[in-house]
């Protein structure tokens, strides 16, 4: 399977995007996926994470509130709504696609990454 992250791009600092991930070559409806991000100079770390069905969510605190997770299983898609945002969440999100049914926050629980969208937000 292979995952194409798009919709990054330059917003202002309160404002919104809506970032896809799109996956091909079999179907990921029966796994956890998820979003991680690394900001310039960080560690990647966990922001939000959906289980197979999309029945259950799961975010990082400091998006909780902001951000949506969302999955389409029939367009084989995930989706992350972020509003409210602000400049720290500025970096490269990568969404990926977990070895388990349940999402999870463990980087190490999933199996296959995309390629990451850049999201800058300015003051």
């Known amino acids: 399977v292979q995952l194409q992250a798009s919709g990054g791009g330059l917003v202002q600092t309160g404002g919104s995007l809506r970032l896809s991930c799109a996956a091909s070559?079999?179907?990921?409806?029966?796994?956890?996926m998820g979003w991680f991000r690394r900001a310039p100079g960080k560690e990647r770390e966990f922001v939000a994470t959906?289980?197979?069905?999309?029945?259950?969510?799961l975010y990082a605190e400091s998006v909780e509130g902001r951000f949506t997770i969302s999955r389409d299983r029939a367009k084989n898609t995930m989706y992350l709504q972020m509003n409210s945002l602000k400049t720290e969440d500025t970096a490269v999100y990568y969404c990926?696609?977990?070895?388990?049914?349940?999402?999870?926050?463990?980087?190490?629980?999933?199996?296959?990454w995309g390629q990451g969208t850049l999201v800058t937000v300015s003051s």
């Open positions: 070559g079999r179907t990921v409806s029966n796994n956890g």
């Open positions: 959906v289980s197979w069905n999309g029945g259950n969510a």
């Open positions: 990926a696609a977990s070895r388990y049914a349940t999402g999870s926050s463990q980087a190490e629980h999933y199996t296959t």
